[in-house]
């Protein structure tokens, strides 16, 4: 590339970002297209302004005391000491809860988990008690003064043995309780998949271990709230990706009526899943508001993010293939062990409590399929649902092309092959998977091949041969995983009784300026940008002319928020019918102003004109204000240009990509660098370009992490081994390639611009493609798996014959 | 924000009042230099000192500076300083492989020679380095200054000849003719703590036979150096075979754990595969230099 150089001083406007061509005024979209992120300027100079940023007036801090043992029962709490020191105002236990019923609180999946420990502490880095002070320091501090009693439990920590007959039981305080099981799950057709496996002629067994990690945001969880005693007001700043949903359920907990809540989500420094549950912090610090009659600001430190809140994965899978000797998929079967933690806090829609595991099925057709989750308590932080996962397909799509390369090796066919030969066909869709979903769109060879196209697959394989002569060894991995994003329908979905649809408000003020307000949350994903391009698009009024109003539940309708790739499908829908509904409602008006009727217009980006006469037109701008002014407007059409709806889905979007992964490994210490990796993505009617590859540039470096360092380990006491990030290891650009992307358009038939997600896209596909690439890289010397994560030890260990599960 | 225990803190403005705070204060006081291995710790509350002497502003102990035959080091100096000397360089190429794989950028501006050895953690890089190069530690106090070597100086983990009233300014590495050396680690990642390292420096003599060699690994269960495997080199012409048995002398002394970062086979393999390694670069750069 070549850098123009340019005077930073007496330069024309706009001129210094001429080699970017999507900031010049001239290439600026109004609608689709490249476009740099309206919000960036605001975190670039310091702007932004975080949970841990809100100081407000009288404001006390408060810290939490954790649990130093992950099982154990609690014999006594002595907080005498702690009260008196210095700055402090009020240490909270969990008997100080329990007349306000608030120990215990609902979690996302209809379990409980403890506030603070009444009778027992569950896990390591579980809250027991909640210091209240004048500052954070003199908060801390005070920890240290609390005398906790413990009898120290033994522990379940190996989720396999989480459900023998002599394990201890974690969950002795639900009625009836004797052993730590929480539900089975199963999708597709038990007896038909065992008959095609008892004809087919090769089938493979293979486990695969999908370890537990973390989603680790740079900006740690948090809350302030702000009660006022007088009129009964919460307001509550939280690090939450779903403000409204936040709101209900803090209502309905804590007695709080939801109109006397206020909600707001300033800035959020990375979600990823991470904040979509309710931390036992956010329930004191407003209790903290309550008790102390002062504002009280929570926020952990690394630490306690790292080891208390939503972790991901930790699925034991035992998957089963059976094809044809010459590669035809006749059935799959999984056979998942699911570690749930202390609390059952997995977040998925109520029907789905193994998330969306129904996507094993993958990318092919099968005879048949049969999936069976089985999850259980360990004494391990709750959560489950988390990091970028799309409700577990993340697992799904993992499973099965992890299997499908197993078979490849087994038949000794080439992968892409293998794939290319059982791929769903364009004209199969809307194709019902089997286990319960149906796909709505996809070209998935046409995908395929311009990826192997564009990484050079035959040339790639064939060094890989001059490679293997000489004893390097070179690994190509692919994954093609297929997504089902944007939930859902209300009536199969909801969380805790909400069903999933999100509302958008649409506002053009007399001077064509707009505000549109949507109910999901960004924390990174351009909201701010390609919503505002949205609305561009949908009815011609330039980006830089329309706020995006979000995060604050005075401000914005209800809806269910940012998770599972769910913004633009949900959201994004709603905004461009909204969008459409005020364009209509121009079309009147302009009629009125053409005084011509309706039908006899039509629309250009940004103007209604009289059919044939495109001279005789009015602006959006004009309409806006003739809207606002004093002309006599239609029967039924008020003084406005606003409009809001709620979007329903019919169905789930489901974005595809084809990931290819070329790794070498140093035959003498096991270290796997990731020489080149590209991703070729559909994810249907593209916005904002630019923001997609951001996306996926953020998810492949997540699918670097999971691959090769991340892991939360514990010993075999329960103690946490990543509670740090020395300890919990997240990539950096040191171990990332240079992105290579890709894509193809194949447009969601039932979205309303045809758009599918893409916010999780790489994170669920990438992983696979990874491992898959180390272990053909390793199959000369006859390795037919590995467990992430492909650590330089783990790998030398695979080399040596001697492959360990990291769980 | 992970916050540490209290402590008071005190920015000395001379090496002299510097070792005057750490008398009147005794073991409750801590220097702190560049502060990458201690504040981590204080945040995590493992170390809990009373007091911080800051010798930060100590710039008469920042150089690195050539004296006759030897390279002096200031206890002061950055990670960074020492990663971009061109003396060091082509002096010592070792220490400018290990400086590159110490943690990171951030890190490396902060973090000082005198920090990490003093630190003595296992896995610390610039231990071992020291170590290769029969490095000397110029420790000082109140009432004068005392030499040691590397071996006398490192006690153990997280412990030094450095006592409480003492401080480290100044390491003196022996610049020796017909001699080079290299270092080898593996990581998790970038910025990651050793898995296992090793570096190694060979003399050559006139006759290309190996004079003199060291051999020493890094946070495999050995400090100091691995004088078996040296032992099999000395006199001897350096051919594949023999490079190879000190690899595997070296593999037998290491005496590492199995943690999250490998398992005991995995590390000793590598103590004896990265040995191996080191000491072929080490010798090609020593013949170079003849040449
Ligand atoms: C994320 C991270 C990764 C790292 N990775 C590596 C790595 O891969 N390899 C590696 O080798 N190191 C690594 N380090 C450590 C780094 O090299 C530190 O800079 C070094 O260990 C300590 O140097 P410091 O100047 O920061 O010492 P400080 O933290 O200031 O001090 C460390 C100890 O030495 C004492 N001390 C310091 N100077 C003197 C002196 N002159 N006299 C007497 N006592 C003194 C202090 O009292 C303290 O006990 C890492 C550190 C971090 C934070």
Redesign the interface.
Same mark, same amino acid.
């Given at each position: 590339m070549t850098l123009v150089e340019e005077p930073l001083v007496g330069a024309e406007h706009g001129r210094l970002h001429d080699h970017n061509p999507a900031a010049a005024d001239a290439d600026r979209p109004i609608g689709f297209g490249r476009l740099q992120r309206k919000e960036d300027p605001r975190f670039i100079r310091g702007q932004g302004r975080y949970t841990d940023d809100v100081v407000l007036p009288g404001m006390l801090h408060g810290a939490i005391l954790r649990a130093p043992v992950a099982h154990a029962r609690i014999v006594s709490i002595d907080t005498s000491e702690a009260l008196s020191r210095p700055g402090v105002r009020a240490v909270l236990t969990g008997k100080d809860l329990e007349p306000l019923k608030l120990a215990w609180i609902p979690t996302l999946s209809y379990d409980v988990q403890a506030v603070l420990a009444t009778d027992k502490v569950r896990f390591q880095g579980q809250e027991v008690a909640f210091v209240i002070a004048d500052d /954070?320091?003199a908060a @801390? !501090?005070a920890l %240290?003064s609390i005398v906790v009693d413990y009898d120290v439990l033994p522990p379940v920590v190996d989720l396999r043995h989480a459900l023998d007959a002599d394990a201890p039981v974690i969950r002795d305080d639900i009625e009836g309780r004797a052993d730590n099981h929480i539900a089975d799950w199963e999708c597709g057709d038990e007896a038909a998949t065992r008959a095609v496996f008892a004809a087919a002629d090769v089938v493979v067994a293979q486990e695969i271990v999908y370890p537990r990690v973390h989603p680790a945001p740079m900006e740690t969880c948090g809350a302030v709230a702000d009660f006022n005693a007088v009129s009964g007001e919460l307001t509550l700043y939280e690090t939450s990706q779903a403000p409204h949903a936040h709101r209900t359920i803090i209502a309905m907990v804590s007695g709080i009526p939801e109109h006397k809540i206020h909600l707001i989500s300033p800035d959020i420094g990375g979600g990823f899943g991470n904040k979509v549950g309710i931390y036992p912090g956010y329930v004191l610090a407003i209790v903290g508001s309550i008790v102390t009659g002062h504002p009280v600001k929570w926020?952990e !430190? @690394? $630490?306690e993010n790292l080891m208390s809140t939503s972790f991901a994965r930790d699925y034991i899978m035992q998957g089963e293939i059976a094809a044809t000797k010459d590669g035809r998929l006749l059935g799959i079967r999984a056979n998942v062990l699911a570690d749930h933690g202390a609390f059952n806090g997995t977040a998925q829609p109520t029907k789905y409590p193994a998330g969306f595991f129904n996507l094993f099925p993958g990318s092919y057709t099968w005879d048949a399929v049969y999936g069976k989750v089985t999850s259980v308590y360990t004494n391990k932080a709750p959560g489950g649902v988390a990091y970028a996962c799309s409700f577990r397909v993340t697992e799904a799509s993992y499973f099965v092309e992890r299997m499908i390369d197993r078979l490849a090796l087994e038949l000794k066919m080439d992968p892409a092959e293998l794939r290319l030969k059982n791929f769903i066909r364009p004209e199969q869709f809307p194709y019902d998977n089997k286990a319960g979903f149906e796909y709505d769109s996809g070209q998935y060879e046409k995908t395929m091949r311009h990826a192997m196209g564009l990484i050079g697959y035959d040339q790639l394989r064939q060094e890989q041969v001059e490679k293997r002569a000489r004893g390097e060894l070179m690994g190509i991995g692919i994954s093609f995983f297929t997504e089902g994003v944007g939930a859902g329908p209300r009536k199969h979905m909801d969380i805790l009784g909400l069903g999933m649809a999100d509302g958008a408000e649409l506002r053009i003020h007399p001077t064509g300026k707009a505000v549109v307000r949507i109910s999901v949350q960004s924390q990174g994903q351009a909201h701010e940008t390609t919503f505002a391009q949205i609305v561009a698009e949908e009815i011609g009024i330039p980006p830089e002319d329309i706020e995006v109003v979000h995060g604050d539940t005075d401000r914005t309708p209800f809806g269910l928020g940012t998770y599972g790739s769910r913004s633009t499908p949900v959201s994004g829908a709603a905004v461009a019918l909204v969008t459409r509904k005020v364009r209509d409602k121009a079309r009147l008006i302009a009629a009125a102003m053409l005084e011509t009727r309706p039908e006899d217009l039509e629309w250009a980006k940004g103007r209604w004109f009289v059919k044939g006469d495109p001279t005789a037109s009015r602006t959006i701008q004009e309409i806006a204000m003739a809207a606002h002014g004093t002309m006599e407007l239609p029967d039924g059409v008020d003084g406005n240009l606003d409009a809001e709806v709620t979007y329903d889905p019919p169905n789930l979007t489901y974005p595809y990509g084809a990931y290819f992964c070329v790794t070498d490994i140093d035959r +003498?210490?096991?270290?796997v660098t990731v020489r080149r990796f590209l991703a070729v993505d559909d994810c249907g009617t593209r916005i904002n370009p630019m923001v997609i590859e951001g996306q996926v540039h953020g998810g492949l470096t997540d699918g670097v992490g999971m691959a *090769?360092?991340e892991?939360i %380990?514990f010993d075999p006491e329960g103690n946490n *081994?990543g509670g $740090?990030f020395?300890?919990y *290891?997240i990539?950096?650009a040191? %171990?990332v390639p240079d992105w290579e992307t890709g894509f193809t358009v194949t447009p969601s038939p039932h979205h309303p611009i045809g758009a599918k997600g893409i916010g999780e896209s790489a994170t669920v596909g990438s992983p696979a493609a990874i491992v898959n690439s180390v272990i053909d890289a390793l199959s000369p010397l006859g390795v037919t798996g590995i467990d992430m994560p492909c650590?330089? +030890? /783990?790998v030398? !260990?695979a080399m040596?014959g001697h492959a360990t599960p990291p769980i | 924000m992970q916050i540490p225990a209290p402590f008071e803190y005190a920015r000395a403005t001379s090496l002299d009042d510097a070792i005057a705070l750490l008398t009147r204060y005794g073991d409750d006081a801590l220097v702190v230099a560049g502060g990458h291995s201690l504040l981590p710790m204080m945040k995590l509350r493992l170390a809990r000192p009373d007091w911080l002497i800051d010798i930060n502003e100590l710039h008469e102990l920042d150089y690195v500076r050539r004296h006759g035959d030897e390279l002096r080091i200031g206890a002061l100096a950055r990670h960074r300083t020492l990663l971009e000397s061109a003396e060091i360089a082509a002096l010592f190429p070792i220490m400018t492989e290990a400086e590159r794989v110490v943690a990171d950028p951030i890190v490396r501006n902060r973090g000082t020679i005198g920090g990490s050895l003093c630190q003595a953690d296992p896995a610390e890089d610039l231990s071992t380095v020291c170590a290769v190069l029969g490095a000397q530690a110029v420790i000082r106090s109140a009432t004068g200054e005392r030499v040691i070597g590397m071996d006398e100086f490192h006690q153990g983990p997280y412990e030094t000849a450095v006592e409480f009233n003492e401080i480290l300014v100044e390491v003196r590495i022996p610049i020796r003719p017909r001699s080079s050396s290299s270092y080898e680690k593996v990581e998790r990642r970038v910025g990651d703590w050793a898995v296992a390292a090793a570096g190694g420096s060979v003399t050559l003599a006139a006759d290309g036979t190996i004079e003199d060699a060291a051999i020493g690994v890094t946070a495999v269960g050995l400090s100091g150096r691995v004088t078996d495997a040296e032992a099999v080199l000395i006199g001897h012409r350096p051919t594949d075979a023999l490079i190879t048995e000190a690899g595997r002398m070296t593999s037998a002394a290491v005496d590492p754990m199995t943690d999250q970062r490998g398992s005991v086979e995995y590390k000793r393999h590598l103590a004896g595969e990265l040995t191996q390694r080191v000491l072929k670069r080490a010798i090609a750069r020593a013949r170079r230099q003849e040449a």
């Open positions: /954070r320091y @801390r !501090d %240290e926020m !430190d @690394r $630490s +003498g210490t096991g270290k *090769l360092m892991i %380990e *081994l $740090s020395m300890d *290891l990539p950096t040191m %171990e650590t330089p +030890g /783990r030398w !260990d040596q | -």
